[in-house]
């Protein structure tokens, strides 16, 4: 096992650059998501760390090893493909001993380590079938055995449950992430499922563009997202965003938005300009005490809860409240904001502005 | 059952689809069941009319075929009694056997020229077609278009420039010469129609591949080539059937050495009057080899591509 550090990677295909200087670091053992929107960059930067596509610059090193420019063949990773890539043309146990019998291991031996993999992932039964019937589950599993029959430096998986049906998905998640428990394999794995990224990984990095936004731990991105973007793509409703222009202080801990002012964590930098004030919809109460007001326009019941929509003068604000608390379409209420956990953010860049709250977080980059 | 049919079909439409199928049949067996028969026909039950639909097979063909005759005296004949079946045949008719004809000769290259070139360019359009399918090769799409373009007259229109060539090169009626000639009329087929089954083969097969360790050559043998060999059966089909039948290029290009059977068995009719068994037994074992080396790669042709492994 080992740790995997990426700095300045950079990626481009004749005119079009698909990932921009990205710098992370994996930790041994760490359970690490790519996480983005389609098209961002997150296969390719997988792609990098196995080796099956050169970087244009910058370096790549596997357990302290400079890999950037090494063949696949010579990384000792595994590759777990969306689509499984399953030798179409062999047995379930011959797709699962490939990687052994490339290294020239006895064939005793090898029977031995692929029984051992079927009993982990609980496929003994198919070991001798073709892989052409078996059903996604099982697929998914001959792709995750021939991965760890190896026992390889790392796994890189590139969403490896894409191809599940939606009920399965949760099953398979939960499995792999006891499978990485159990073995402790340093694990990229890319989705651009923010619920998945947030329930198995232990830290997550956010792609756009190419670009690294943020980088961190579930909790981080979601408490103290870096960017606009990180906002609102973790999250689901996602953050609220309130559209206002003022001009505060380093120290401040109120911004003023339509004559009321909202509790900010101290900021730490001064700011002049168009900001946004984000909240996330959990830390919006409906009180008849609040200054700053809105209308009623929906509310949506979700069992224990209801996502309650508002029109304001700074914007639409959902609020997720219990569902046993009267909400009729129509009213006007006041919202009261949980000031502690707000983040304010630039509306030209993008970027959240330096406050209590984030400041550990955002010196990471 | 199918993959490709929502529902299944009805039993009507299963006895006409039947009967089409049955009548397609006989239309483009009769033919072929005419040369076969033919070719066990004595010389004047070939020609009679109305044709005859049953008659007393014989050999004589195939005799005829395999066999250079001389007419000889009677006193000849009595001192030399026929010592087994064919030469009897031969005696028969006021002959004796003067030696083997060039048949067997020309048969063999038809095989060698066929199964080379076929061979070939099977084995160079492979290699081309996985390059163009997997590698940024520079100006790939002018390349494939030149590949292709070669096709685009046909190959007789270059007959004379080729003939020239090959007299100046010596490659007239060589083997080399005519395996070389086919190869180059296959070749585009045979890039064009593989690069598409390459393109089908999804690429994280031979990632997977040098994932596990292997080189690029060795997931190309061990990962890449298996999935290709319907492509691959189906394209040295085509290439044979061309190279086999070929007429104009072996006519024009060969004539003693490197003759193929094509050319040839025209000039069994001239040899000893209109000898159509004879023609009718030739034709009949020149079908034979593609029709064997189809039935041999018939499992492939009809296999359809392996999907399921990856999902789509
Ligand atoms: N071989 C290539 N040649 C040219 N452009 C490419 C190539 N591979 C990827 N790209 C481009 O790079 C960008 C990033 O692709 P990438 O596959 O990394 O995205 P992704 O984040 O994995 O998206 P998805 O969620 O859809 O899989 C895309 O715009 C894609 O079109
Ligand atoms: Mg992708």
Known sequence: MAEIVIRNLRKEFGEFTAVQSSSFKVEDGEFFMLLGPSGCGKTTTLRMIAGLELPTSGEIYIGGEEVGQRPASERDIAFVFQMFALYPHMNVRRNISYPLVSQGMPRAQVREKVAEVAKILGIEEILDRPVGGLSGGDRQRVALGRAIVREPKCFLMDEPLGALDAEFREHMSEELRKLHDRMGATTVYVTHDQLEAMQMGDKIVVMNHGVIEQFGTPQDIYDKPASLFVADFIGSPSMNFLRFHGSLEAGATEAVLSHQPLGIPALREPFDGDMVYGVRPEHVRLSDSAGYRGEIVAAEYLGTTQIVTLATPNGEVKARIASDQPARVGETVGLAFNGATATLFDNQTGRAIRSDLNEGVLSHG | ?312
């Open chain 2, 1 to 312: 059952m199918s993959a490709y049919s929502v529902t299944a079909p009805s039993r009507r439409q299963q006895w006409i689809a039947g009967v089409l199928v049955a009548l397609y049949a006989v239309i483009t067996l009769l033919p072929l069941l005419w040369i076969f028969t033919t070719g066990f026909k004595s010389p004047s039950d070939a020609i009679a009319y109305p044709p005859k639909l049953a008659f007393e097979p014989t050999l004589e063909g195939y005799v005829n075929l395999f066999t250079t005759q001389t007419r000889q005296t009677e006193a000849y004949l009595a001192e030399n009694p026929p010592e087994s079946w064919y030469e009897e045949m031969v005696h028969a008719k006021g002959m004796v056997i003067a030696g083997p004809s060039r048949f067997g000769e020309r048969f063999l290259n038809s095989v060698i020229i066929g199964f080379g070139s076929t061979f070939l360019s099977v084995f160079l359009g492979t290699l081309a077609a996985y390059a163009f399918s997997r590698y940024r090769v520079p100006l790939k799409d002018d390349l494939l278009f030149f590949i292709l373009s070669t096709r685009m007259m046909p190959p007789i229109a270059v007959a004379i420039p080729i003939f020239l060539m090959f007299r100046s090169l010596g490659l007239s009626d060589t083997h080399a010469g005519m395996i070389l000639l086919y190869t180059a009329v296959n070749l585009s087929l045979s890039v064009w129609l593989l690069k598409g089954f390459m393109d089908e083969i999804p690429r994280e097969y031979e990632e997977a591949a040098l994932i596990d360790g292997y080189t690029r050559f060795q997931a190309f043998r061990k990962v890449v080539l298996p999935q290709a060999a319907t492509g691959i059966a189906a394209t040295a089909i085509f290439c044979l059937i061309f190279a086999w039948n070929e007429y104009a290029f072996a006519v024009l290009l060969t004539s003693g050495t490197a003759q193929t059977a094509p050319p040839f068995i025209p000039t069994i009719i001239g040899v000893g009057g209109q000898d159509w068994p004879a023609v009718a037994a030739g034709a009949t074992l020149f079908l034979l080899p593609v029709m064997v080396f189809t039935i041999l790669l018939r499992k492939h042709l009809l296999r359809g591509i392996t999907f399921g492994a990856v999902r789509k």
